[in-house]
């Protein structure tokens, strides 16, 4: 039931463009994503709800496609800041309500 | 406004001692959860309450004990420790309320456990 999340890991320059994947075999009723720096706790950054939408955040956008369970993290014009580890949370149709199933996780690494 | 808070941040332990880790948020939510984080794993559910007074295992109960004390806290308890419980554990909470679309999960700053 974990979702799986690609890549693993990607090294950027800053002000390059990344796209984060996030993907359930189960149908899902929202996807949330965090971001984790090292050594600190995952900090939500959005949330995207059944109905395919498409949410922002800085220059941190994201879309929901409730057809094929899928959930992609666009970062745009990448800044320092950006770099750590990127979790999305995926939270079942049917399932408990609030409980979400992590993915293992996505590195970023963004160089000067 | 502290949101939420675990105790202690980190400990050491030796194989065979129990120990609990607390857990309290200020948010008046009304879910609250245990993660382990262990490298390459994501975080995992061990436990959680929707509700005071409830409690329930998630992905990874085995080794742990849950209470939850009132509204606030949520503790979780390692009855006799063992290696492969040395991780990093996380709280959260969530509102969770019937009805509320966006159920955000709001971490605490985590207790690092080594188990030797």
């Known amino acids: 039931q974990q979702p799986v999340q690609s890549p693993q890991a990607v090294i950027l320059r800053e002000g390059e463009d990344a796209v984060i994947n996030c993907s359930s075999s189960k149908a899902l009723y929202s996807v949330h994503w965090y971001r984790q720096k090292h050594g600190e706790a995952p900090v939500f950054l959005m949330i995207?709800?059944?109905?395919?939408e498409q949410k922002g955040h800085e220059k941190i956008s994201a879309s929901f496609n409730e057809k094929k369970q899928q959930s992609s993290l666009y970062l745009t014009a990448s800044q320092l800041s950006y770099s750590g580890t990127y979790f999305c949370g995926t939270e079942m149709l049917g399932g408990s309500q609030g409980n979400l199933i992590f993915g293992k996780g996505t590195k970023l690494s963004v160089k000067p | 406004n502290a949101g939420v808070t675990q105790t202690p941040k980190f400990q050491v332990l030796k194989t065979g001692q129990s120990m609990t880790l607390q857990c309290a948020q200020d948010m008046n939510h009304n879910s609250m959860y245990w993660y382990r984080q262990d490298p390459g794993m994501g975080l995992r559910l061990i436990y959680y309450?929707?509700?005071?007074?409830?409690?329930d295992k998630g992905e990874v109960p085995n080794g742990y004990n849950v209470s939850r004390l009132n509204k606030r806290e949520f503790s979780l308890r390692l009855e006799s420790a063992a290696p492969s419980q040395t991780s990093v554990y996380f709280c959260?909470?969530?509102?969770?309320?019937?009805?509320?679309?966006?159920?955000?999960?709001?971490f605490g700053a985590g207790t690092r456990l080594s188990v030797l």
């Open positions: 309450s929707a509700s005071e007074g409830t409690t």
């Open positions: 959260a909470s969530s509102e969770a309320k019937p009805g509320l679309a966006k159920n955000i999960q709001y």
């Open positions: 995207l709800l059944k109905g395919g």
